[in-house]
């Protein structure tokens, strides 16, 4: 279907699509979480993949161990628990009025993922693209396959090859699945 309607640049022009911004602000997470190893996971990290999308919720994954330290930093620092998510962690309120969500994830990926972090321009620690889209693919909410398709539409060859690894490692069932989305991706950019 899509290989029928996709009319690459058609909603916004393949060059705006690479884009890179920080319009929105991120929270002062540093602050926060000041001794606790985290990584920034969700809508605020996908700004380094793809154009940046409009998001309210900062996210971030910290391992089981450092979850109680990361709820106290919190609380600490004057944020208010909210309550608990589904998923594994709890949702917080910081001083400022931003939500944070502190997802809490025991895999063994998760914990690789905060130990391979990347550092964005602002200082923070991001959770890196192979990782983003293990992430993304175990929740499965249409967003996220959304956000798979656009980062993985502007990823180099190089990028590509370590994500379909790191997927067949951690998520072999999604591995075709993968490759659907790399395909799509590339129609959206026109590189197809």
């Known amino acids: 279907m899509s290989e029928r309607l996709v009319k690459p640049g058609s ?5 705006v699509l690479r884009e890179r911004t920080f319009h929105y602000g991120s929270p002062d997470l540093a602050r926060h979480l000041a001794d606790v190893a985290y990584v920034v996971v969700g809508g605020l990290v996908t700004r380094l993949y793809m154009q940046e999308r409009m998001t309210l919720v ?3 994954l910290v391992a089981p161990a450092d979850a109680k330290d990361a709820e106290d930093a919190l609380t600490q620092t004057g944020c208010k628990k909210i309550g608990t998510l589904t998923i594994g962690g709890s949702t917080w309120r910081l001083p400022h009025g931003t939500t944070l969500d502190l997802i809490v994830i025991d895999e063994p ?18 959770i890196s693209l192979p990782y ?7 929740a499965g909410r ?3 396959l959304a956000d ?10 190089e990028q590509l090859q370590q994500i379909r690894r790191t997927v067949n490692t951690w998520r072999p069932q999604d591995a075709e699945d993968l490759e659907s989305m790399i395909h799509l991706g590339a129609l959206e950019y026109g590189k197809s």
Do not use: C, F
Request: glycine share 10%; no cysteine.
């Open 11 to 15: 909603g916004t022009h393949p060059s």
């Open 58 to 60: 900062a996210d971030v």
């Open 109 to 126: 990926w998760a914990a690789e993922a905060i130990v391979n972090a990347v550092t964005g321009s602002d200082g923070l620690r991001y």
């Open 132 to 138: 983003l889209v293990i992430m993304k693919l175990a």
């Open 142 to 144: 249409v967003q996220d």
């Open 148 to 157: 798979i398709t656009r980062m993985l539409g502007d990823a180099g060859e």
